[in-house]
């Protein structure tokens, strides 16, 4: 596959950086655009290609990923005027895993059949580690046929691969899978707060309790970061309520009551206001302590 694929990889932030060095070394050609390029340094030492916008990725790439911040920056990547689906050719792979919102996966996915290209919702899970360790879960909505073209690549990032249904069915798992975190980073971090005020040994703790009924990623891989004092990010606060606001007006138009979410988002808003938006969700810590 590597001989006739030429990926572009677009954004190149905690996560994107990782996953675009994966496809380098399993012999993939890869072009990468990023908004500043000094954060593509790394990659083009070790062979990629730069690109000085989307523009040009559409024209030299037929596989093209994006993992950028917000629901505007895909729009603006696919549906601009110098986006991905007006520069692109014909049978190009579009992949979006950045977090975004459904409507808009829906929404590529049919400019992009008008212009004979497939388009795939691939949003991820695992954060920096799972980026850096090429174990992210990876969410995917688009057809079966796009899915299983492109399942090579998604396997070089990811360990846990899951076709979820057409267009918009990855962005709407990986909804689930915030409003999961949202009442579980409520928990692991208060359960901390409270060993920490009781004077109990947080990593005595951890042990025993990380492996019962109470574990979870979170628990394991984000409460020793908050025990070291360590709060950079492996998943941005700003990001991660950006994520929550999408996932409680998908609620609301439903018809769905999330309190659990509701909540989880306000105590980030907090933390986002009093300066730490750009620190790791790991950072809920500070609120307790």
């Known amino acids: 596959m590597q001989s006739n694929k030429v990926i572009g990889f677009i954004g190149l ?3 994107g950086k990782s996953m675009a060095a994966h496809l380098l070394k ?3 050609g890869v072009f990468v655009y990023t908004r500043t390029k ?3 340094s790394e990659l083009l030492s070790q062979g990629a290609k730069w690109a000085d916008a989307p523009k040009e990725i559409a024209q030299n790439a037929n596989v093209i990923i994006s993992m950028v911040g917000y629901p505007s920056d895909v729009e603006e990547i696919y549906l601009g005027e110098n986006g991905l689906i007006e520069n692109g050719k014909q049978g ?6 950045t977090t975004s919102t459904p409507t808009l996966a829906v929404k590529i996915a049919e400019e ?4 004979g290209m497939e388009s795939l919702d691939a949003p991820v899970s695992g954060g920096d580690i799972g980026a850096r360790d090429a174990k992210l879960t990876i969410m995917a909505g688009g057809s079966s046929e796009a899915f299983e073209a492109v399942r090579p690549i998604f396997d070089i990032l990811g360990s846990n691969v899951v076709h979820q249904g057409p267009a918009g069915s990855g962005q709407h798992t990986k909804m689930c899978n915030q409003i999961a975190i949202a009442s579980n980073m409520i928990g692991v971090t208060e359960a901390i707060s409270y060993a920490k005020k009781a004077g109990l040994d947080p990593d005595r703790v951890l042990r025993s309790i990380s492996s019962g009924s109470a574990g979870s990623w979170s628990l394991s891989n984000l409460v020793p970061r908050m025990v070291e004092g360590d709060f950079e990010p492996g ?3 700003k990001h991660f309520i950006k994520d929550m606001k999408i996932a409680l007006d998908e609620a609301e138009r439903m018809g ?3 309190p659990g979410l ?6 980030y808003e907090g933390l986002a206001e009093s300066g730490e938006e750009n620190s790791g969700t790991q950072a809920l810590y500070k609120h307790y302590n």
């Open 13 to 15: 932030g905690v996560m």
């Open 26 to 28: 399993a012999g993939y």
């Open 38 to 40: 000094d954060k593509a």
């Open 92 to 97: 190009t792979y579009l992949i979006d895993m």
């Open 112 to 115: 992009a059949k008008k212009r």
């Open 235 to 237: 998943f941005y606060i």
């Open 256 to 258: 769905m009551d999330a």
């Open 262 to 267: 509701s909540l989880s988002k306000s105590l």
